[in-house]
Every structure is written in structure tokens, then in C-alpha cells.
């Protein structure tokens, strides 16, 4: 007799997922290497910024107190003294009805504390005239305006994005406390399998799964080990599979997790003495999928039909691999839009439905069964439509889950 599983809400089973994982500690990284990695530590701003007071235009320094009562029938000369670029510093000191020729980013001289940009000014042989007044500040880049020093400018756990590196950059961090990043193995199992370069033969199919996930940590950052494939023999799998989680934080493999007469991972967790933390979830598709934890690490026995396992890999795996990283935003960015067209099917489990969304409407992206390859490449985010619902309508307000964004959501929205 078939053996009855029991499906997990899918909130549920990510929180059981989540659980398990363990951290993976620090290490210090160069600077240009640190894109795409998760601070281990916050960063203080180690100096104000910008650092000191500083004219936003190219124009003059003055004493604003000079400019006092200027006017176009009354207009102020100042007489100009010295001339300096962004890097340079004056040694000069403004005295009354004297400026700087001063250009965006200088530091403003001492005694100086307005800037006209040149545009509002006429300028002569022996002076340059102004004919409106300025008040104290007035034009200034006022040092920590943007920072103070001390500061703590961005939270341990961040995923570090280029503005993050400009940061970094701006306090002199060379090297960057990053997470470490999980060792990753991925598996894929079926005697049908080809590899990408084979021929096709009766009754097989090439492997697209392992490419695809290859490409999944990829765009998280991350790199894997990879484990090729293995028939569908309990031996050789078993053998497989054990040495592969033994160096792995986290093994992905792929099929052979139903309950087929050749789908041997059920029984490779036991032979393996492994927590199965569930092996049925109420979503569609990836009901079948399969998380166990061995030894302190993870198992994840994805689906083989493609759209399940990618939708499983983005679900289940990509926030434990961010957990393990002590990321702070575990979960996929979450938004709603209208549906593009009507999708009438009945949902007795939640539905992951690859679609195409364009800030407004979200439409399915074609063939959407659970074996399709077309829609996961045609799609750029996955519609969820809740268990226990009768279909929806074009037009109708539906959840979305957006793919391929640097930096999740730190809530589990759904
Ligand atoms: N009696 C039942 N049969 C099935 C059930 C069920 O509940 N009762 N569940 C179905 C669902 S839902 C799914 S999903 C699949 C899951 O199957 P497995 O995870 O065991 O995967 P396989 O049987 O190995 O393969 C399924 C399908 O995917 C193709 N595949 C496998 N690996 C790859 C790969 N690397 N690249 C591309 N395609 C791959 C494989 O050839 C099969 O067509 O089970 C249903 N059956
Ligand atoms: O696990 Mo299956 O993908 O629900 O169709
Ligand atoms: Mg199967």
C-alpha cells in the first residue's frame, strides 16, 4: 500500500525548515569581494559625513553677514582672494567683502559660510558682484549632514549592495566582516538523466534541474559542489548521497522523492538516520517536496519535475541558506498586483503559479504544470493563490512572490 503522507501548510514547513538552521560563523573578506555577501558585523561611521563643511557648487565663498541688504539697484562687490578646487584647502581667512573662488566638493575656507554659484553672480576684472543676500549655511554641504561619526549606518545580517560597498569605501573598511557561505551540493538522481551534451534517447531527457539550481545559488552569491547525477539504484544513491553530505552544509537533490517504485530518497533518509522534517507540503507544485536534516545539516529532496524544484529551491532553500548565513531578510519580496487573466482552476493547496509581473499586472507565464521548463524561464515571479479557493478572475487582486531580487523581505508575508 501507498504510504500516506501528510501535507504541511507551506508557512509552516518553512518555519520547521528554518529551524534547523544552524550559523555558519565569519570571516573577513577584501573589499571588492564583499558585493552579494551578508555583514557579519554593523558598520560605524568611523568619521562624519561628508567630513567637513563643504560647497555643493561651483561658485564663491563669502561671509553671508556681507551680503546683507544686497539687491538688484544696490549690488555687494566682493573682492577675490583665492581660488581652490576639490582636495585643496585655502590658508586664506575671508575678511569683510572678500571671497573664494571655490569649486564643488573644496572645503569652505575659514570665516566662510555661504556659497554663490556663479550663475548668480556677475564677475569683473577687480571683483565679482552679487545682488541678492544669503543667509548663514545658505548653499553648504554642512559637515554630517549625511552621517554622524559613531553612528550605526547599516545592521549586521544586511546584504551588502553596491551603496552598502560605497559605505564600506567611505570609512575605510579594505576588508569586510562577511558570513561565511554554506558548502552546497547538488545531486540529481533519475536513470532517465542525460547530461547536457548527450543526445537524446528513447525514453530519456537531458538534466535541466542541476543547471538551473547551479544558477539558483548563483544568484544568491553562491557557489556548489557539483555531484552529477545517479541512477535510481538504492546502493549506489545511498552511497552518493552519504558522501555528499558529509561535505556538504546543505545537499540539494533532485527527484526520486515521490512514492514511484524508484524513488529512493525516503528510503535513503532512513538508511541515513536522517530527521525528516516533512515530506508533503499543501502547495502545488513541490507537494512531494522532502527536507531532512542529518548530522546538523540539510537534505533538501527536491521535486524532479522542474517547476517544482525551482519553486521549492526559492521557497525552502534559498531563506535557509540565508539563515545559515545570519542574513536578516529571510524571505522572498512580497507584493500585489491585478491578475492579467483569469486562472479558473480550483485550489485545494496553495498555488505557485510562474508568471510575468510589470508593476502593475501580473499575468501566468504559459504551460504552468508542475513538469514545465518554458514558464520558469518566462516568468520573473511566482502569482500565490491560497488553498481552498474557487479560481480568480482578470482583474482581481492576487498575492505576488518576486524573483531574482538582490535583497529579500524580512517577513514571511504570505
Ligand atoms: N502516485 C503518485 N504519483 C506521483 C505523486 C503522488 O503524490 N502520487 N506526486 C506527483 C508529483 S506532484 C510530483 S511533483 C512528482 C515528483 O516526483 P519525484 O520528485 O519523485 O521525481 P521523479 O519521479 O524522479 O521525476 C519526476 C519528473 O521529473 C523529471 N526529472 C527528474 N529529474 C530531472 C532533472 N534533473 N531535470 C529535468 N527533469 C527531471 C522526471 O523525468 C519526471 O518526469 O511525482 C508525481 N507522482
Ligand atoms: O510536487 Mo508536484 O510538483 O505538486 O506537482
Ligand atoms: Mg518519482
Known sequence: MVEKRTPLPVAEAVERVLEHAMSLGAEKVEL???????????????????????????????????????????RVAFNVIDHIGAGEVSTKKLAPFEAIRIMTGAQLPEEADAVVMFEQTVESVESVTIRKPFGAVENVSLQGEDLKKNEVVIASGSFINPGTIALLATFGYSQVAVSKQPVVGILSTGTELLSVGDDLAPGKIRNSNGPMIVAQLKRMGLHCKMYGMSIDQLDESYEVVKKAAAETDCLITTGG???????????????????????????????????????????FGLSGNPSACFTGFELFVRPALLKMMSASKLYLPHTTARLGEDFTKANPFTRFIRALYNGDTVSPAGFNKSNAVSSIARGNALIVLPGGTRGYQSGDAVDVLLLGVEEGSDRWTL
Do not use: H, Q
Not at 568611523?46 to 539697484?73: N, Q
Open 32 to 74: 571588492e569581494e564583499s558585493y552579494g555577501r551578508i555583514l557579519a558585523e554593523p558598520i560605524i561611521a568611523s568619521s562624519d559625513v561628508p567630513p567637513f563643511d563643504r560647497s555643493p557648487y561651483d561658485g564663491f565663498a563669502i561671509r553671508s553677514v556681507d551680503s546683507t541688504g544686497a539687491s538688484g539697484d544696490n
Open 257 to 299: 522523492v515521490s512514492v514511484g517504485d524508484f524513488d529512493f530518497l525516503p528510503a535513503i533518509y532512513e538508511r541515513l538516520g536522517a530527521e525528516v522534517l516533512f515530506n508533503k507540503v499543501a502547495m502545488r507544485p513541490g507537494s512531494v517536496t522532502t527536507v531532512a536534516v542529518a548530522n546538523g545539516r540539510y537534505l
